[in-house]
């Protein structure tokens, strides 16, 4: 079989978006954010709106998101995503506006940015890395690190008595009455990126109807953080991380999943 009949259109079974850049990610080997970000614009190309999508790009890892994502994009100071991103949606109502938001950004430095957007409903995407951990400097405690968990500022682990308990931001937010929808999913495999890419899609439609705040939530890994390989620190997501993140919808259409 000569090798054009093998690529033909109607054999080809997946391609890369087009609104995924040709520049190469700086991310780890085996990290979640580059799953994450061709999901999301995969959505974004198959729902036909990235002429009226804007990004809203953390400080973190994810800092250099505007180079790989082919929309338009602005860079926010560290933890003011969503206050930037509410300036975007209350002055351009017809876009989609969505932050990209790593555990410090959003859970520590942007804590009240995060709170208040939410609470006020703003319609907007928040899409939120939980890798428990500050990845690119350095590796320290983060508020999501879970407890006896190390890091650099935790190297005996994480001690609840005097570092105080994880912060569940996910549950936090979904009990704030502006928040229509609330679910927190995974990448490190093909059954939980379908997962992830579905709870996308209904955030973006979500955003179409004017619904108010979406919030998604992606436990991921952070292999050099963590110290493992890409393969060895999957397998502790597993057993470590999502025991405690529950993955799963928490908030559907305005109204808590009762567990």
């Known amino acids: 079989m000569d090798i054009k009949d093998i690529i033909k259109p109607e054999n080809q079974v997946y391609k890369k978006t087009k609104l995924m850049t ?13 799953t994450t970000h061709r999901l999301m614009m995969e959505v974004v190309e198959e729902m036909g709106i990235a002429d009226k999508t804007i990004g809203v790009a953390p400080v973190g890892c994810s800092v250099l998101a505007y180079d790989f994502m082919n929309v338009d994009m602005q860079q926010a100071a560290h933890g003011r995503a969503p206050a930037l991103a ?6 351009m109502p017809d876009k989609y506006v969505f932050t990209y938001q790593g555990d410090g950004d959003l859970a520590a430095i942007g804590t009240a940015e995060t709170i208040h957007a939410c609470n006020r409903g703003e319609n907007i995407v928040i899409v939120f890395i939980n890798n428990g951990i500050y990845g690119m400097t350095g590796g320290q ?3 999501t690190t879970l407890p006896g968990m190390r890091s650099s500022t935790s190297p005996y682990g994480r001690e609840i008595s005097t570092m105080g308990s994880p912060i569940k931001m996910t549950e936090l937010i979904s009990n704030l009455p502006g928040v229509y929808s609330v679910s927190r999913h995974a ?12 709870a996308i899609r209904k955030a973006f439609e979500d955003t179409r109807l004017k619904k108010g705040l979406c919030f998604i939530e992606v436990v991921s890994n952070c292999n050099s953080g963590w110290k493992m390989t890409p393969r060895d ?6 057993e470590n991380m999502l025991p405690f993140y529950e993955l799963g919808d928490i908030k559907v259409e305005g109204k808590l999943i009762q567990k």
């Open 22 to 34: 040709d520049n190469e990610l700086s991310y780890c080997p085996g990290c979640g954010h580059g």
């Open 86 to 91: 509410t300036a975007m949606n209350r002055l």
């Open 141 to 143: 405690m983060a508020p």
């Open 187 to 198: 990448v490190h495999s093909p059954k939980y990126v379908r997962k992830t890419k579905k």
């Open 233 to 238: 620190s999957n397998v502790w997501l597993e």
